[in-house]
C-alpha cells in the first residue's frame, strides 16, 4: 500500500511540472482586438455577385481584390426577401431585418385604406436644406420601422458619429437610421441634407460645394479602360433592346446645356457621379473627424449609378463591366486614402449590394429560356374583366404595389362577397397571367399556414401588414413587369436577384478568406455590432458572419 502511494504521488508531481513547463512554453494569450475607429460601410447599388467574380481577372491590386485577395469574402450571400428593390435591401443592410420586420417593402407603395401612394423615406413634415423639395421625395426616415446599428452605436455613446452619403435619398437615410445624418445627391450637383437632420449644413458641406465639383465633369469622356478584346465576356453593344448610348467613348452632357438639372441628372449613370460621392465621403471623413479617436464611427456610402447602367443596359453589357471597371480603380485610390488619413489598422469596410440584377428578357429569350415582360396594366384589367363576370360591376383591383394587388374591400363589403371566395378567384385570374409564378392571400401571409409553398418565406418577408396589399404575386424567373424605361430590372427572389456580395476588410480583426457557407444580408448588422462592441438591433434577425480572427 505504501508503495502504490508514493508511486501515486510521483506520477502527481511528475504532472504538475509537465504543466507548469507547458504553460512556460506556450505563446502568452493574444489580447483582442480593440473596437475599429471606423466603420466604412460601402454599397454598390445593383451589383450581382456574379460580376466582380466574372471580371476578377481585370480587377485592379488594390480594389476589388483587397477584399478577394487580403479580405473575407461569401460566395453565398443572399437576400431572403421576395421584393428585392432598392429601398427594401437598403433598410435590411444594417438593421439586419427583413421588410416583413422594417416596414420598407418596396420603394413605394399604396396605403392599401386609401389607395394614397408612399414613398419609402417621404416625410412632408421636412425639406431639404437649401433645395426644393417635392411631396414623395425622401427626407426622413419615418417609415422605417426599425433601429439600425448606428443607432444602437450612438445610443451607447453619444459621441460617435453616423454619417450615410448617395447618389438616392433611401441609399442614405435608410441606412443612416434614425439618429444619423444622411446626404443625397440633388439635381443641382451637390448633396443636400434635410430638416429632419439639422437646421443648415456644417462648414465642410458649404466649402466642398464652392468649388462646385460636379461642374468639372461637363464634357468629360468616359472612354473604356481596356482593349475591345478584354471585354469578349459581355454583350456586344448595339444590342436591338439596347437604347441609345451604349457605346463608349461618350461625353457627359453631350447636348445639354452646362451646370443646368438635365446635366446633372445625366450624371448619375457614369463613374463620375461614383466618383463625386466617393470625394463627398472624403470631405465628410475630414470634415466630421470620422475615425480620428477612441469612440467609433460609421460611414455609409451607398453608390448608385450601377443601378441606373444596368437599368438601361444590363449587368450583360460591355458598358456595365467597364462601369464596374471604373468603380473599381476608384475604391483603389478612395482605400490608400483611408489607409494614409485614418490608419490601415483602424478601420473596417464592408461592401456589399442592395439587389442583383436579372438578365434583360430579350437576352434570357435568345438562350432558350421562358423569359418575357409581363404587362401590368394588362394584368389589372384582365382581373377586374374576370372579377366583374364573377362578382358584378367594379373596380375590384385599384392598383398594383409593391408586388401585389390592392382591391377595394369596401366594395367587397357592401356587396357582401365572402372574402375567402374573393381571394381564391383573384388568385386564379391573377395565376392565368404569362409571367406569374405564385400569388399568396393576406389570410394566408397573417397566418403562416403555406410556409413550405413555393417562394412562400421569401414573400412573406416582404410582406408587412399595414402597408402590403392583400394579394401578393412573384414572377416566374427571367420575367419582369413591362417598362417603357428599362431594358432590365431587379426586384424577384430568384437567384440573380438576391445573390449578392458581401467582401470585408480589416486585416486587424478578420483573416482572410472565402466562405462558402449561406450567409444572408442580414447577417451583416449583428456582425458589425460584435465588432463595435454593441447590442445588435432588437429588430434583427441575423447571426454574426462566420469570419476568422487573424
Known amino acids: 500500500m505504501m508503495k502504490w502511494k508514493v508511486l501515486r504521488c510521483a506520477s502527481v508531481f511528475i504532472s504538475f511540472i509537465a504543466a507548469l513547463a507547458v504553460g512556460a512554453c506556450a505563446a502568452p494569450a493574444t489580447a483582442p482586438a480593440p473596437k475599429p475607429r471606423l466603420i466604412v460601410f460601402l454599397v454598390i447599388d445593383g451589383l450581382p455577385q456574379r460580376q466582380v467574380v466574372d471580371y476578377r481577372d481585370q480587377l485592379a491590386p488594390d480594389g476589388f481584390r483587397r477584399f478577394l485577395d487580403r479580405g473575407a469574402w461569401f460566395a453565398n450571400a443572399n437576400y431572403q426577401h421576395a421584393n428585392t428593390q432598392t429601398a427594401p435591401g437598403h433598410a435590411t443592410m444594417l438593421t439586419g431585418a427583413a421588410p416583413d420586420r422594417t416596414g420598407i417593402i418596396a420603394n413605394e407603395w399604396r396605403d392599401p385604406a386609401t389607395g394614397e401612394v408612399v414613398y419609402n423615406s417621404g416625410d412632408t413634415a421636412y425639406t431639404y436644406i437649401g433645395h426644393k423639395t417635392d411631396k414623395l421625395d425622401g427626407t426622413s426616415p419615418r417609415n422605417l420601422r426599425v433601429e439600425t446599428v448606428g443607432d444602437m452605436l450612438r445610443r451607447a455613446d453619444p459621441r460617435s458619429k453616423v454619417i450615410a452619403i448617395s447618389g438616392k435619398d433611401r441609399g442614405a437615410i435608410l441606412p443612416g437610421g434614425r439618429s444619423g445624418i444622411a446626404y443625397m445627391y440633388m439635381d443641382t450637383g451637390q448633396f443636400a441634407s434635410t430638416t429632419f ?6 462648414q465642410w458641406v458649404v466649402d466642398f460645394h464652392a468649388l462646385k465639383p460636379a461642374d468639372a465633369y461637363f464634357g468629360r469622356e468616359w472612354a473604356p479602360l481596356l482593349d475591345d478584346a478584354a471585354y469578349a465576356k459581355s454583350l456586344p453593344d448595339d444590342q436591338k433592346w439596347y437604347p441609345k448610348g451604349s457605346k463608349l467613348p461618350k461625353k457627359i452632357g453631350d447636348g445639354l446645356k452646362p451646370n443646368g438639372p438635365e446635366f446633372y441628372r445625366a450624371l448619375m449613370p457614369s463613374p463620375f457621379a461614383d466618383e463625386l460621392t466617393l470625394n463627398f465621403a472624403r470631405a465628410a471623413i475630414a470634415g466630421e473627424g470620422l475615425g480620428k479617436d477612441d469612440v467609433p464611427d460609421i460611414l455609409s456610402v451607398s453608390l448608385s449609378s450601377h443601378d441606373y447602367i444596368n437599368h438601361a443596359y444590363s449587368a450583360e453589357s460591355k458598358i456595365s ?31 456589399t449590394a442592395d439587389h442583383g440584377f436579372m438578365p434583360a428578357p430579350e437576352y434570357s ?17 384582365n382581373l377586374n374583366a ?58 394566408e401571409l397573417e397566418s403562416g399556414s403555406r410556409a413550405g409553398a413555393p417562394l412562400f418565406d421569401a414573400v412573406r418577408k416582404t410582406w408587412y401588414s399595414e402597408r402590403s396589399p392583400d394579394l401578393q404575386f412573384s414572377l416566374k424567373p427571367y420575367w419582369m413587369m413591362g417598362s417603357a424605361t428599362s431594358t432590365t430590372t431587379h426586384g424577384s427572389p430568384h437567384p440573380y436577384d438576391t445573390n449578392v456580395p458581401i467582401l470585408i476588410y480589416g486585416p486587424r480583426w478578420i483573416a482572410p478568406g472565402r466562405v462558402d457557407a449561406p450567409v444572408a444580408v442580414v447577417d451583416i448588422a449583428p456582425t458589425i455590432a460584435q465588432w463595435l462592441g454593441v447590442s445588435p438591433p432588437p429588430t434583427s434577425e441575423g447571426k454574426p458572419l462566420p469570419v476568422r480572427s487573424p
Not at 432558350?368 to 394584368?379: D, I, K, P
Not at 362578382?391 to 385599384?398: E, L
Not at 372574402?419 to 381564391?424: D, G, P
Open 365 to 381: 429569350t435568345s438562350l432558350g429560356r421562358n423569359a418575357g415582360r409581363q404587362n401590368g396594366t394588362q394584368l389589372l384589367a
Open 321 to 351: 463591366q467597364d462601369h464596374l471597371l471604373q468603380v473599381d480603380r476608384l475604391f483603389q485610390a478612395f482605400f490608400r486614402d483611408l489607409d494614409s488619413t485614418v490608419g490601415r489598422d483602424n478601420y473596417i469596410i464592408v461592401l
Open 386 to 443: 374576370g372579377l366583374a363576370k364573377k362578382f358584378g360591376d367594379g373596380k375590384w383591383a385599384i392598383a398594383l404595389s409593391a408586388q401585389g394587388v390592392v382591391v377595394d374591400r369596401k366594395l367587397i363589403e357592401q356587396k357582401g362577397i365572402d372574402r375567402a371566395a374573393f381571394y381564391e378567384e383573384a388568385r386564379r385570374l391573377i395565376l392565368a397571367e404569362p409571367g406569374i409564378e405564385v400569388v399568396y392571400t393576406r389570410t
Open 197 to 202: 437632420y439639422m437646421a443648415a449644413h456644417p
